[in-house]
């Protein structure tokens, strides 16, 4: 569905005029849209994108907004010119493998650990020439600019969407215990969307054990 | 994303109200407090500050009072005596007003700390840092590099020894400050004065760039966002006249002049009524070795090392202060926000997909206000929305959350079962397993 389905069956539901609605506006309709996207993305985690960034020299320090617009939080970092995988930290990690751990600089950066929610760092530094990093992030979804914009989202999640936008037009109008009703559904669909990525998740790691223990077995 | 009148404009839609009964101004002052409480509770908004060795002050004081008046950071340099009847200098004028028949010789007494540095003989005091208003809590302190432990004054105290003026080393423990707020003290003070930066021209407006106090030896530029000229002109008015009309971008004239004659010249020879401009004229900036210099300094770019903007989050103004870690304090801490003050009020430190969140907890107090319009129903409604979004927050610091597997650490390493997934308890169980 594109964001003109998703608007006309919100405007449907809340028994408005499908192309001129009076109470809940177009507008007011796509921000529900976008608001719904967000929130699914804040509590699902399943948008993952990728970018590529330059750590120029003597570097140590970068903020997701060099990442991307849509940057949430960096999940794994690469260094992308060695194909190395830089292994997450913690800063007490640091204190105790190196005291002096601010002042190291190196070809290679080893690891990499949160700073700030909008930050990161490398360790060891970047020396002259500097490296590139590639980062894996957890996303937000991209603003939907026109009516033909389809949702990153799948189309079963896409029903929340319907149900987020149907909810806010009820909150607004202080229909508050219908209101209530589809704020429950909606995050009891969220779970079971959070459920299904998560067995998603659970299967995978599960068949990479087997996996593992059959490949292990015939060397042994 | 909308921008913050239009989150004002719907709250007022969500309020049914067209501004009788709230007013736009009580509403941004209620996203303010949003914005501060979120930064605050959930403390997901982490920087660096660089601090002179000794702290500099903006003033020093010498009645508690003056704390009151004023802005800046202060330091009181006197001790209070006689139920804050009177401050003095030094420790030898508490025992003269107190009626000791032997005053001893007393400890040196200055008023900024930096004086120390030029200063012999004993010290009667220790190092007091004044952190950022914004500040919410010290994560990490290091002196030129060196990892300082944090330290209680009840373990100090169990030394039985003069604490509050350890000097005459290195700097190796920090206390929250016994002082007031928003400070904090360092023990084992190092007296050798070392200046950072000067930002250059400070004293005269806006900082154009900043050099290193004592010796120069570090490469920087200025990172003004404008990396090159867009073109190069003779003459005042020949961007604008152009033959497509202005020329947009910023432009460089590579000409001098005009003389007395009203001409332009290109070499000092061609305009000798001008006999101080001796240099050779280049088409664009890397020609004459001029440097970019356009807009106020934001930050600063180099190859031996990175300047990290403490306030990363602040859009506007300019540079005014500039530190580094060598030879120096530098603080990790939690930040909380400022204060939004209009409806043109960016909220950087938030990320603009949550700043919905400020409005839910606008609606929350806006719905609970005794008067016309109270609606507890909806007012606690939104509050749990906006108690969804801090919970949001609180985990967004953590990075890692999402690679734990590969997390480095005792907790982590060895073979380890596969998580389960993690449902919440009242989640339905499935049919096959009743």
């Given at each position: 569905m594109n964001r003109q389905e998703l608007r006309e069956r919100i405007l449907y539901r809340l028994n408005e005029d499908i192309t001129s609605p009076t109470f809940y506006t177009e507008t007011i309709a796509n921000n529900a849209i976008q608001e719904a996207m967000e929130i699914i993305a804040e509590e699902i985690a399943t948008l993952r994108q990728q970018a590529l960034i330059v750590a120029k020299p003597g570097r140590h320090w970068f903020t997701t907004y060099e990442v991307s617009d849509?940057?949430?939080?960096?999940?794994r970092v690469w260094s992308h010119g060695t194909g190395q995988r830089l292994l997450p930290i913690t800063m007490p990690q640091l204190e105790q493998h190196y005291s002096h751990w601010i002042t190291v600089t190196a070809d290679r950066p080893q690891w990499w650990y949160p700073l700030s929610h909008d930050a990161f760092g490398i360790w060891p530094g970047t020396v002259e020439g500097g490296t590139v990093l590639r980062v894996d992030f957890l996303a937000w979804p991209e603003t939907l600019a026109a009516d033909s914009d389809e949702p990153i989202i799948d189309e079963v999640t896409q029903d929340l969407v319907i149900l987020y936008g149907e909810y806010d037009g009820l909150i607004r109008q202080w229909e508050f215990e219908r209101a209530m009703d589809l704020f429950t559904r909606f995050a009891q669909h969220y779970l079971d969307t959070k459920f299904r990525s998560e067995t998603r998740r659970f299967q995978h790691i599960h068949m990479n054990r087997v996996m593992a223990g059959y490949n292990m077995g015939n060397q042994l | 994303m909308p921008s913050l009148a239009a989150l004002v404009d719907d709250i007022l839609l969500r309020l049914q109200d067209d501004e009788t009964l709230f007013t736009r101004a009580e509403i941004v002052r209620w996203l303010s407090e949003a914005y501060r409480q979120m930064s605050h509770r959930t403390r997901f908004a982490k920087t660096f500050s660089t601090m002179d060795m000794p702290p500099r002050h903006t003033r020093a004081i010498t009645f508690n009072w003056e704390r009151n008046i004023g802005s800046g950071s202060w330091r009181k340099w006197t001790f209070t005596n006689q139920n804050d009847h009177t401050e003095c200098t030094f420790l030898w004028e508490v025992q003269q007003a107190g009626g000791m028949d032997s005053p001893g010789s007393g400890t040196v007494a200055v008023s900024n700390l930096w004086e120390l540095a030029y200063a012999s003989g004993s010290v009667d005091t220790h190092y007091r840092f004044m952190l950022p208003k914004q500040d919410a809590g010290i994560i990490h302190v290091w002196h030129d590099h060196d990892f300082i432990s944090s330290v209680t004054a009840k373990i100090l105290d169990s030394t039985e020894t003069a604490w509050w003026y350890i000097g005459g080393s290195e700097p190796y423990v920090w206390l929250r400050s016994l002082g007031d707020a928003h400070s904090f003290d360092v023990y084992g003070i190092d007296t050798e004065y070392f200046q950072s930066f000067d930002v250059s021209t400070m004293d005269m407006g806006n900082a154009r760039g900043w050099f290193e106090a004592g010796e120069n030896t570090d490469t920087y530029a200025p990172d003004s966002g404008i990396a090159s000229w867009a073109y190069a002109y003779a003459w005042d008015g020949e961007p604008e006249s152009g033959a497509s009309g202005a020329i947009s971008g910023v432009g460089k004239r590579f000409t001098f002049g005009p003389n007395e004659d009203g001409n332009y010249y290109t070499h000092d020879w061609e305009g000798d009524t001008h006999p101080y401009l001796e240099a050779a004229v280049g088409t664009t900036g890397f020609e004459s070795g001029v440097d970019l210099e356009i807009g106020l300094m934001r930050s600063g770019v180099s190859s031996s090392r990175q300047y990290w903007p403490s306030h990363q989050w602040q859009t506007t103004g300019t540079l005014r202060q500039a530190g580094k870690s060598e030879n120096a304090l530098l603080v990790y801490h939690d930040v909380y926000a400022a204060d939004?003050?209009?409806?043109?009020?960016?909220?950087?430190?938030?990320?603009d997909p949550l700043r919905k969140y400020l409005g839910y907890y606008a609606l929350s107090i806006l719905f609970n206000r005794q008067g016309e319009g109270y609606d507890p129903a909806l007012a606690g409604h939104y509050e749990l929305r906006a108690a969804r979004g801090f919970k949001f927050l609180q985990a967004f610091g953590m990075i890692q959350r999402a690679d734990q597997h590969f997390v480095r650490g005792g907790g982590q390493r060895g073979t380890r079962e596969p998580p389960l997934p993690q449902l919440p308890a009242d989640y339905p169980r499935a049919p096959w397993l009743r």
């Open positions: 849509v940057c949430m939080t960096p999940i | 939004i003050t209009g409806e043109e009020t960016e909220t950087p430190m938030l990320p």
